[in-house]
């Protein structure tokens, strides 16, 4: 929950460079499972790891591709850049959550539904800051003059649409299971949040994972 709702509200909404509060935190849950998982020796096997190292070998066969390939590196704006998205951005997450599945599936089914719990009561509270948040500070581009789409500075409107369109599972799950009534209208204004600011960006990436997240 913690890197959730940090790590959104810095990432999505703030997009600072250097060490970030989620940097940091994800640094320090990395160190924390591994040393749980070394000193509880626990099963480090999960039916997702091939899919995953798949992934990796892509990644890294896609790496080798782009040095010798001088016009991506250009328009990437250098091999420093893509070094770092790939080795400092990209694999750290990978491994993160590689280890939180790990971690979830020796903790067992009950530590994974209380987690849920937990996550998809956080989340409606974390759609209305992103909202109030937007909608004080987007700026608007032309795309293509045909329409308007809004965005953040320093943000990309289609990763934006797509971080929060991942949400929408969680919400699903929540009024599915949870009774309470204030709970559900909640997750109700959630799901409404995120299909505004899709519309607002204008992100064809973000309608689109709406309705596979929807789906799911």
Known sequence: SQLLFVSVIEGALIMEPGITISKILIIAYILYFIYTIIYEKWNLRFYGLIPLLLFVMVVLAGLVNVFFNDSVINYAGGIGVILNKTFLVNIPRLVLFYLIVVYY????SKFIADSLNIISG????LMIIILVYFLLNYQTISWYRIVDRAYLENSDPNEFSVILASFLPFLFYNLLIDKNIVKK????FGIGITLYIIILTGSRGGF????VAIFI
């Open 105 to 108: 599936k020796n903790k067992g």
């Open 185 to 188: 209208i909640l997750n109700y």
């Open 122 to 125: 956080i989340i409606p509270i």
């Open 208 to 211: 689109l994972t709406f309705f």
